[in-house]
């Protein structure tokens, strides 16, 4: 699976959108790009995940550029409850058991 | 709600014991994994399965084995606990989709204390 690099941290006002940036320049044509979060003394939790488009959920918007070597997802209204570590996962969709490598990924503070 | 239950949140265990840490889900997922975090680590995978019985080794499998006797539940076991097994172990789930939304969901997590 392809590498993913995040910024270690990030802080975001809250009611600002949050965005938060992932390279994945070896990302190959048929791997996808997932994005989880962690939130403290949980475990992490499923957001978002597209392959070339762009997507929405209810959650947050994935933006893919057109070379696919880089993505940000966006949390349009942050609030306090968005403190959480962000994860930026590549991967290849088999439809098995088709493992996530998680990387250290990108610390949001939101702050009043 | 689906859900994913590690049968316990916290554990502390004395070296050289055995330990088996158990993950069930609800939501008749084919697949399970089971993950450890540690800071400035990430989570790290140790083992999954695909399938009842079926089980292949992750990144870090040493020290580790684990158990699919039925769909639901997948056991990991620790056969002599050691110091640098404490950690946060993490158990997920994920449905074979074929291309629909594929998200692990995961367990809340056993923090197990070794001493």
């Known amino acids: 699976d392809a590498k993913t690099t995040q910024p270690p941290s990030m802080d975001c006002a809250e009611g600002r959108a949050a965005n938060l940036p992932c390279n994945h320049s070896?990302?190959?044509?048929?791997?996808?790009v997932y994005w989880y979060r962690q939130i403290h003394s949980q475990g992490p939790q499923y957001i978002i995940h597209?392959?070339?488009n762009n997507e929405t959920n209810e959650m947050a918007s994935l933006i893919i550029t057109e070379d696919r070597k880089s993505s940000t997802l966006i949390l349009p209204h942050a609030t306090l409850r968005d403190t959480a570590v962000y994860y930026c996962?590549?991967?290849?969709?088999?439809?098995?058991?088709?493992?996530?490598?998680f990387g250290t990924g990108t610390r949001l503070q939101v702050t009043l | 709600d689906v859900k994913v239950t590690q049968s316990s949140r916290y554990l502390v265990k004395r070296t050289g014991e055995k330990v088996f840490l158990e993950c069930v889900q609800d939501m008749d997922h084919e697949n399970m994994f089971w993950y450890r975090q540690d800071p400035g680590l990430g989570l790290r995978l140790i083992y999954f399965?695909?399938?009842?019985?079926?089980?292949e080794k992750g990144d870090i499998p040493e020290g580790y084995s684990v158990s699919r006797e039925k769909k639901e539940r997948f056991s990991l076991i620790l056969e002599s606990a050691s110091t640098n097994q404490t950690s946060m172990y993490l158990c997920a789930s994920s449905i074979y989709s074929g291309g629909a939304r594929d998200g692990y969901t995961f367990g809340s997590g056993t923090r197990l204390t070794v001493v």
């Open positions: 996962i590549v991967r290849l969709y088999t439809g098995t058991a088709s493992k996530l490598t």
């Open positions: 597209g392959l070339k």
């Open positions: 070896t990302i190959s044509g048929n791997e996808y």
């Open positions: 399965s695909y399938d009842v019985k079926m089980k």
